[in-house]
């Protein structure tokens, strides 16, 4: 029971359950692999029908990879131990792409980065009302990677960058809008819908079963708020680089309290990181296939992981908590375009 990964079997559902409750389950290599594993098995058993993945307690789902063992990785210039990393967690957000059975993602609580790659490609997706979704990698000097760019690639532009930059956390609503998630359910109904969703896995037709469930339990809301926000400052986010858009928020500050937040956030935040963020998602507009996206994040990952700013990054959110990072470049202006181009193109 103290494994970082649960697996087992109830009738004929096959159950991943992350168990790393003190970091949230931020994944490490070892769990990364203990699920592509479990999947492995799961597939090739003709008895298992489909797949719950969830956690295995209520401190959240998955609060991304583990971004402090990455940054020793980087301090110790453990390179290969990072390239392995990225291309395991990778390959894993893939399989689940791919996956030949039905996987059913059950989450609850903080869903962010690397915990939204697992949780955002899975067929059905099902969280909770107090649920809360982010890609917070500009603060510490990353991109966005697992894929998301991929299933943002179906929203609108503005709405998808306006995320994706910001880091900001949304709810349960504004996850869906976002085509984060499928379902919302109350918190105090996740024992009974996973043994319904584990019942609706023994039915002869399987995915009918499973969309009743959550048909029957979906309690969506209508308040967005953060697409609400998103819509208010489209206009600038419709400008096509990283300086027309700061510029934009900053002319649209002035009587729009929402592009003037977006704006005082962004500034904050790592530079290379938000050009990095918005030439990525750009250029899976132009070719969403889940593949070649994650490639990109791969090229991109262990580039940015590299940098002194991803360093910086994690020591000022994590480990000394000033929230005072010293970006290099810290301006837009000096920010190299033409070599985040280049790892991708």
Not at 92 to 109: A, C, E, M, N, R
Not at 312 to 323: C, N, Y
Request: contains cysteine; proline residues 2%; aromatic residues 6%.
């Amino acid at each position: 029971m103290d494994k970082e990964v649960q697996v087992k079997i109830e009738k004929s559902t096959g159950i991943i359950a992350l168990n790393r409750p003190k970091a949230i389950n931020a994944l490490n290599f070892e769990m990364i692999k203990a699920i592509d594993i479990a999947l492995s098995e799961f597939e090739e058993n003709p008895k298992i029908n489909g797949v719950l993945l969830k956690s295995a307690h209520e401190r959240g789902f998955c609060a991304g990879g583990d971004i402090r063992l990455a940054r020793q990785n980087a301090l110790d210039s453990k390179i290969e131990e990072m390239h392995k990393f990225f291309s395991a967690e990778y390959a894993l957000d893939g399989k689940i792409v791919k996956f030949s059975k039905p996987i059913v993602v059950l989450t609850d609580g903080i869903v962010m980065g690397g915990g939204l790659g697992l949780a955002g490609h899975a067929k059905y997706r099902i969280t909770t009302s107090n649920s809360r979704f982010a890609m917070p990698e500009a603060a510490i000097g990353f991109v966005c990677d697992c894929g998301i760019d991929a299933i943002l690639a179906k929203v609108e532009r503005h709405i998808a960058l306006a995320f994706l930059m910001s880091g900001e956390v949304v709810g349960a609503n504004d996850a869906l809008a976002l085509g984060l998630s499928d379902c919302i359910i109350n918190k105090s109904s996740i024992k009974q819908v996973e043994n319904e969703l584990i019942k609706a896995m023994n039915s002869t037709n399987i995915n009918s079963a499973l969309k009743e469930v959550m048909r029957m339990k979906n309690i969506k809301g209508n308040e967005t708020p953060f697409i609400e926000k998103a819509n208010s400052c489209k206009q600038a986010f419709l400008e096509d680089n990283i300086l027309e858009i700061m510029n934009k928020l900053k002319q649209l500050s002035d009587g729009n309290h929402h592009a003037k937040s977006l704006f005082q956030r962004l500034i904050k935040l790592c530079p290379t990181s938000l050009a990095a963020i918005l030439i990525s998602h750009d250029k899976a507009r132009q070719d969403s296939d889940v593949d070649k996206v994650l490639n990109n994040d791969f090229l991109l990952a262990t580039f940015m992981a590299a940098r002194e700013d991803f360093v910086e990054g994690v020591r000022a959110v994590v480990i000394d908590k000033d929230q005072n990072p010293n970006w290099q470049p810290d301006d837009l202006n000096n920010v190299n375009i033409d070599k985040i181009h280049a790892i991708i193109a």
